[in-house]
């Protein structure tokens, strides 16, 4: 299973990456984590890694000779990818959670993202998971990756939705976008969410615009303590609370 974490800027997108993961691994999958968001370079520490993975754009030679050196024979070049032939220095591992990147803009006047939402795209494609295998991809915020069709060969996304309204329409949007192209299982889970009447209204709002809601990440401190130094607590509320996430996930994918 490909799942597609989508949101607003600023949702929560790489948190709920990482508690996901965390939890997948704990029951016993290997879980790759593809981190497709150009600007945010902090996954890898979320996810206690010690440094990031080369990004898979350097092994095309970078932006410029992208459609070049995809044409050209690498591990890019095949019809199928599994997530035992990429090359080591692009893959992160520890006790069978991974991490691969797509790429990072690094300085100004550098270009669009446009060059590594076709790598994104490609690479998700070609990507082949085993029985005990599962990919979480760490989308760009907004909705762009639709318009690359870098989504077009996820089983499932997760929306992540904020208490603000712009982080609703933005979700609203990226639901309609999903289900024009096919992808069957699309949801929201809410987050940073302050109280239980704020979770109320917020799955109210949602209901509206007819987007299942698969469980709610109440604002926990220990979330951001630990975000000041990068990282994502091992335990605490949120970490119980994405275990019944991912029990929705996992029973609504299989039941259908």
């Given at each position: ?60 030679g970078g932006k410029k000779s992208l459609k070049q050196k995809m044409a ?9 990818i599994a997530t035992a032939q990429i ?170």
């Amino acid at each position: 299973m490909k799942i597609s974490v989508c949101g607003k800027g600023g949702s929560g997108k790489s948190t709920i990456v990482a508690l996901l993961a965390n939890e997948v691994r704990a029951r016993g999958y290997r879980v790759l984590v593809v981190d497709s968001d150009e600007s945010n370079s902090g996954l890898y520490r979320m996810l206690d890694f010690d440094h990031p993975p080369v990004p898979l754009m350097e092994l095309v030679g970078g932006k410029k000779s992208l459609k070049q050196k995809m044409a050209q024979t690498n591990v890019l070049s095949e019809t199928q990818i599994a997530t035992a032939q990429i090359p080591d220095q692009h893959l992160v591992q520890r006790n069978g959670l991974m991490l691969v990147s797509i790429g990072k803009i690094l300085q100004s006047l550098e270009g669009c993202a446009c060059p590594m939402g076709v790598l994104s795209r490609e690479f998700l494609k070609k990507l082949t998971l085993v029985e005990d295998e599962l990919a979480i991809v760490d989308m760009e915020a907004g909705v762009e990756h639709f318009g690359r069709g870098v989504d077009t060969s996820i089983d499932s996304v997760l929306i992540v939705v904020e208490p603000p309204l712009e982080s609703v329409n933005v979700g609203q949007k990226i639901h309609e976008l999903a289900s024009g192209i096919g992808i069957k299982h699309v949801w929201a889970i809410m987050n940073k969410v302050p109280t239980e009447e704020i979770s109320t209204r917020l799955k109210e709002e949602l209901k509206k615009r007819r987007i299942e809601v698969v469980g709610c990440i109440y604002f926990d401190a220990d979330i951001f303590r630990s975000s000041l130094n990068g990282r994502i607590p091992a335990d605490g509320v949120a970490v119980w609370e994405i275990k019944q996430v991912l029990d929705v996930i996992l029973s609504r994918s299989r039941s259908r």
